[in-house]
Structure formats: C-alpha cells, structure tokens
T-cell receptor
Framework: EAGVAQSPRYKIIEKRQSVAFWCNPI?????LYWYQQILGQGPKLLIQ????????DSQLPKDRFSAERLKGVDSTLKIQPAKLEDSAVYLC???????????FGQGTRLTVV | DAKTTQPPSMDCAEGRAANLPCNHS???????VYWYRQIHSQGPQYIIH???NNETNEMASLIITEDRKSSTLILPHATLRDTAVYYC?????????????FGKGTMLLVSP
C-alpha cells in the first residue's frame, strides 16, 4: 500500500514569513498526527485528528500554528509567522483504528533563517 | 513526558546480535510496549510491539520481563542498514486513538 505522503521535503524561509505543509495519509486511516522533531530530540506531538475532528492539540502553539483536515483525508499544517526556533522536521503520521499501527511520512525539513 | 528509559547510544559489530534495553517501570496493565526506529533523514518506522508475551517478526524479537518493567529489542544479525535511533514507547491499548510519546531513544551504530 502507498505510504504517508508529505510535501515539500525541504523548505527554507525567513523569520516572520508563513509556510504550509501538506500531508496525505494512508487510504482509510481515520487518525492523522502532526509531529515536530527538533534536531537531536524525539518527535513531539503537535496535533491529532480523528477523521476531520481534533482529538488533541494541547501542544500546538496556537498563536502561530494552525492545522486542518478538511473532509477527513488530507491535512495541512501552517505556521504564521515563523520563528527561528520553528526550525525542525515536521512529520505526518496516520494510523488505522483497527490495528493501531502508526505509519510516518518522510517529513518536511523546515529551516527558518 | 516519555515513560521509558533507554541508553543514549550503543555499538554493535555487523553480523552480531544487537540487544537494546528499555526500562518502563511505571507501565500500566493496559499499556503495550512499542519499538520504532528512525534512520537518518527518514520518518520513524514501526518494528514490533507486545503486551506481556515475547514477540518475534521478520525484523526483530521483543523480550518483555515477567513483571513488565523492562524489555529488550533483539536484532539477531545486525547489518550496517540497522544503524538508526531506536525508540521504546509505552502506549495505552492497541488502538489508533492513542498517541506515541517519543523519548530520545538509543542511537545504535553498527560497524563493519
């Protein structure tokens, strides 16, 4: 089966600019996650969707980060305005309610200069 | 915070078994032990998971102690491509609803 697709793979922006990341989960997976991974650390959950509803966004910096999952399939994560400390890899993952196995995309590496 | 403790790094010779330990002394009765690995510049990859019985698949074996307070991931014949960060995670139930909380993991370096 096709894996979790993310784009772009790399993005360089200046601070205070905005950026958006896109994720297409595995077909049929109801749960979608966005993680942030800073260099040298494990991934940290930003937001979890169940279909098109938010299950957990407690660690999402809502003053600058937003995410949506229209129609319960694709999702976008936006940062506006970006800060230097937002430089990280942004990982999208999806899982099946039936098996619980979680699959990750390759991530988008964001550099804020 | 992550509920597991892992050594920050380990070395292994190619062809030998790699045994990666994990302590999860506060694990609850309904929590599973999951292992993921992350090869450089890739997203985490599922390896194996278990509740209390030992598990084996084509990638690895998982040994969980009887009291469930620790476990060991075994890669029976490590190759250079097994060089990666390995994450041990405890996760409530076997459901897609529960999230994966990552720690810093163990950096495994497999050398020729």
């Amino acid at each position: 089966e096709a894996g979790v697709a993310q784009s772009p793979r790399y993005k360089i922006i200046e601070k205070r600019q905005s950026v958006a990341f896109w994720c297409n989960p595995i077909s049929g997976h109801a749960t979608l996650y966005w993680y942030q991974q800073i260099l040298g650390q494990g991934p940290k959950l930003l937001i979890q969707f169940q279909n098109n509803g938010v299950v957990d966004d407690s660690q999402l910096p809502k003053d600058r980060f937003s995410a949506e999952r229209l129609k319960g399939v694709d999702s976008t994560l936006k940062i506006q305005p970006a800060k230097l400390e937002d430089s990280a890899v942004y990982l999208c993952a999806s899982s099946s309610d039936r098996t619980g196995s979680t699959f990750f995309g390759q991530g988008t590496r964001l550099t804020v200069v | 915070d992550a509920k597991t403790t892992q050594p920050p790094s380990m070395d292994c010779a190619e062809g030998r078994a790699a045994n990666l330990p994990c302590n999860h002394s506060t694990i609850s009765g309904n929590e599973y032990v999951y292992w993921y690995r992350q090869i450089h510049s890739q997203g985490p990859q599922y390896i194996i998971h278990g509740l209390k019985n030992n598990e084996t698949n084509e990638m690895a074996s998982l040994i969980i102690t009887e009291d469930r307070k620790s476990s060991t991931l075994i890669l029976p014949h490590a190759t250079l491509r097994d060089t990666a960060v390995y994450y041990c995670i405890v996760r409530a139930e076997n459901s897609g609803y529960s999230t994966l909380t990552f720690g810093k993991g163990t950096m495994l370096l497999v050398s020729p």
